[in-house]
């Protein structure tokens, strides 16, 4: 039987998904075959961050249902086009890049959190649990955005971003039965 909760979160998820516009999405879902374009980021540059050329405004939404006694989830990766942006100095190869391992550092993270909830067992009644549970999640993937910036520098340093990005294609490519 399925929650209102969770006939809630279906319907925040499509309106996520549809976006406010009928002809285009204003959210991708994560997905190997569709990588980002400079048109994907549609959102209006920061100038007050001065040290920033781009940002990829990305997440994990989840939503959990009661069905059969036990709580029922699914987990996504998605990208956020109205709030990612690219000032013009950054429209190169190099910084779409960077913005893309953003992307992919969350897919990488959702795919984490969907193993672990594999190997648990909620049962209805046990969400504030299941929530404590994803929100350690989202603290780590948060941590792993902020260490990629800072070990590449913000893209500054292409050798590292380079290392970033093998290392996250190796690890999608260990947990690409949880996609």
């Not at 993270?109 to 193993?115: D, E, G, H, Q, S």
Request: hydrophobic content about 30%; glycine content about 4%; charged content about 25%.
């Amino acid at each position: 039987m399925k929650t209102p909760q969770f006939i809630l979160y279906t319907f925040l998820l499509g309106v996520l998904i549809l976006g406010q516009s009928n002809s285009q999405p204003s959210t991708i879902l994560w997905n190997q075959e569709r990588k980002l374009s400079w048109d994907d980021f549609q959102g209006q540059p920061n100038y007050n961050f001065e040290d920033i050329s781009a940002l990829t405004s990305s997440g994990i939404v989840h939503y959990k249902s009661c069905e059969d006694g036990k709580i029922a989830y699914r987990v996504q990766a998605y990208f956020e086009k109205k709030y990612s942006w690219v000032k013009q100095e950054a429209y190169t190869d190099h910084h779409l890049q960077h913005e893309q391992i953003h992307f992919d550092i969350t897919e990488l993270y959702a795919r984490k959190l969907r193993k672990a909830l594999s190997k648990r067992d909620y049962k209805c009644g046990q969400e504030a649990e299941f929530d404590e549970f994803v929100g350690t999640f989202l603290r780590k993937w948060q941590k792993a955005q902020i260490e990629y910036d800072l070990y590449s520098h913000y893209s500054m340093r292409p050798k590292k971003q380079k290392e970033w990005e093998y290392r996250i294609a190796m690890e999608l490519s260990v947990y690409k039965k949880f996609n």
